[in-house]
């Protein structure tokens, strides 16, 4: 997978017409996860489907990953399986791994840099009054994973794959610019947090029914959006949105679960169930600084 | 300087024609530095100008930055120091910072990305029998402080000053690509390693004049050629090359040091003072892992 390694630095075509799309994330020991959760290789694969999250949110395809991994040194074979876990993430998206940089350190510390392409990147902003609200698959999983953990419970096998081997919906993202798409994000902090920031970023008012959450089994609707590390999408589009297309052509669910109301400066989200009011605060992240 | 920060993902134009070119380096406490050492502003500034210099080397021009940065929380203070430097490194070289991440460790811990673009990226690889050598600037002034530090003594305010403040070559090395360069790197492992990763790369021989190398005064020309953290640039060319254009237009000198001697599978230098083969050992960096 690694390509022009042996350079100060890497060279890369962004295609014709296309605008450069990048993104840096990081992902801490002890602050983004705890090593007691994750193998080395889950470590690494998380990583970099985090990053490449920011890439689907865009609209984008993904064309190469640099990597920064600092580890302390009686580590060495364990940082192997965390690069094997990024190599993994890059052949699966089908992009490249650009090279990076390698050092010590008193704990794991591995940062991702992914850079890709878009002939029209879509914006936090943009979301167009009487546009309906959609999110890709289902919600709750890797909350309920994180709760169990933080019990010292097992979460169930379901649960554990979505928190420790989450997808970047990359071709859901392609689908939703394709057709269309005002405003898109990833709700890697929940959806309650990140239709607070499309709200914002567009100055507009939404209203979200938490009866028509796609939440998986056993988990409540506020659970299910109140919780991060989710890494589906959520976007403003057309009401009219041929969502029987999308699931046919990316083999996942689609779901309209609201719409943007009203123009609202500094953006407003409200959530209904059962036909009334419900106020719901933004999920707590053990884990995020 | 910041832009785009308010999405998942910040977007840039590469100019038409252009390949995109992309580096990451990390600096990491008490591995790449010591705190001691420097202010907040220089470590920031030296870790983005680490950065750019592996642009000067390809010959590009630099677009953007982006940058992770990892702190204690009790330092939060001196983080937006960091910033700062990293921020005054990007606007001397014009670009933007792009976006980034930040999260709490227990170490400061500093990643930057660099992007940028040129229409022929010149590589270590390239360097043709009969090219001569050329090296940018003059060389020993950082290895000095560093063995002044490392003593516990004062280093001059000179050599202190391009310790603490590199400055990346851009124009010198942009100049260079214009002028048919076959093949350059940056010094920063010194001129005894990357003279070997030359070699090795283009599978040639080179022969360095260690009675030509451009020294600071007070540093012999063997300790020049073995201490790091230069960031000058070594690169290989037609031996007839302008080198007073050079020097009126890009304001700093351009030394003829060697030559590419002969065709070397695996690569070789030979290094020659007085007419006589002198055997040097790479330098020995403190601060790498």
Do not use: K
């Amino acid at each position: 997978v690694a390509a022009g390694l042996g350079d100060d630095a890497a060279t890369l075509e962004v295609p014709p017409g296309e605008q450069l799309v990048v993104s840096s994330d990081c992902s801490v020991e002890d602050v983004h996860f705890r090593r007691a959760w994750f193998s080395g290789h889950e470590i690494g694969y998380r990583a970099a489907m985090a990053a490449l999250s920011d890439l689907a949110a865009m609209g984008a395809s993904p064309l190469g990953i640099t990597l920064v991994l600092a580890f302390p040194p009686a580590q060495r074979h364990e940082i192997e399986a965390v690069a094997d876990g990024i190599a993994a993430a890059a052949r699966e998206t089908r992009c490249r791994i650009l090279g990076g940089d390698l050092s010590r350190a008193a704990a794991l510390f591995c940062s991702v840099t992914v850079l890709g392409s878009a002939p029209h990147p879509v914006r936090r902003a943009g979301a167009r009054v009487g546009d309906a609200l959609f999110v890709t698959g289902t919600l709750g999983a890797p909350g309920a994973a994180l709760r169990a953990l933080n019990a010292g419970d097992a979460p169930s096998a379901g649960q554990r794959a979505r928190f420790a081997r989450p997808q970047a919906r990359l071709r859901e993202g392609r689908w939703a610019a394709a057709h269309g798409a005002s405003a898109m994000i990833d709700i890697s902090d929940g959806l309650v947090s990140d239709a607070a920031h499309l709200a914002a970023a567009g100055g507009v008012g939404l209203t979200i029914d938490l009866d028509r959450l796609p939440v998986v089994q056993g988990v409540t609707a506020a659970a299910a959006a109140g919780s991060g590390e989710e890494y589906e999408l959520l976007f403003a589009a057309a009401s009219d949105l041929a969502t029987g297309d999308f699931e046919r052509e990316v083999a996942l669910s689609l779901t309209r679960i609201g719409e943007v109301a009203a123009a609202a400066p500094g953006g407003r989200v409200t959530f209904v169930q059962a036909g009334r009011r419900v106020d719901l605060a933004p999920g707590h992240d053990h884990f995020s600084p």
